[in-house]
């Protein structure tokens, strides 16, 4: 195995397991979480499945709608699917629930920051876009629908579907909407591996706008 190879598959792995845990912080903070955060929460209390199974369980159907729209995954589109939810599952139990409210806006905002930087990496690593990612990607390729106009009305969607299963829309949501695109912006480019000459195609070649796992 060569050495970018290596660093690749290192930085996928740690991306992917800091983007759980940093979940599992913004859950914890209680204000608030990304609208299929919310979506994962709202079916977890329906349902009494834990977060982390019912968000493997989401990517995975988010998966399978990749299957119309011609979407190929990658290496990390397969892993996100299987691993983010775990690492969430950790944060969430080494993690008590906050009620202080400069404590809650302390751990939303350290998850936030967290995220991003894991986004910058897994992405960055060049193995594949997450699932969700791919669905939007997929849809405006497919049918030609803006990226603004297809994640705005996906998220919209899963929003308002938890919000009506249970759950928790705040202030963090509106915060989480506003600056993770930015952050995102910052930490992408600084983690991205260059790409080398003849290197293995494990879904480097996959497009991946946006920021959802």
Avoid: C, H
Avoid at 126 to 133: I, K, L, T, V
Avoid at 154 to 181: H, Q, R
């Amino acid at each position: 195995m060569s050495r970018l190879l290596v660093r690749r598959t290192v930085q996928l792995l740690v991306g992917l397991f800091l983007y759980g845990f940093s979940i599992g912080m913004m859950i914890r903070a209680g204000i608030g979480v990304s609208p299929w955060d919310v979506l994962g929460q709202g079916v977890s209390l329906q349902s009494g499945i834990p977060f982390g199974l019912v968000t493997n369980l989401i990517g995975l159907a988010v998966l399978i709608l990749w299957i119309p729209l011609r979407q190929k995954p990658g290496v990390g589109t397969v892993l996100n699917v299987l691993l983010v939810g775990p690492s969430a599952e950790i944060g969430l139990a080494v993690i008590p629930q906050q009620t202080e409210l400069w404590v809650q806006i302390f751990l939303f905002t350290g998850g936030l920051l967290l995220l991003a930087v894991a986004t910058g990496l897994y992405i960055g690593a060049r193995m594949g876009p997450g699932p969700r990612d791919g669905l939007m990607t997929g849809m405006n390729r497919r049918w030609g629908w803006p990226i603004w106009a297809v994640r705005t009305g996906i998220e919209v969607s899963v929003l308002a579907a938890g919000w009506v299963l249970g759950g928790t829309v705040g202030v963090g949501t509106v915060a989480f909407a506003l600056f993770v695109g930015p952050l995102v912006n910052l930490t992408l480019p600084r983690l991205r591996v260059p790409e080398q000459p003849n290197e293995p195609d494990l879904g480097s070649r996959t497009a991946a706008s946006g920021v959802a796992p």
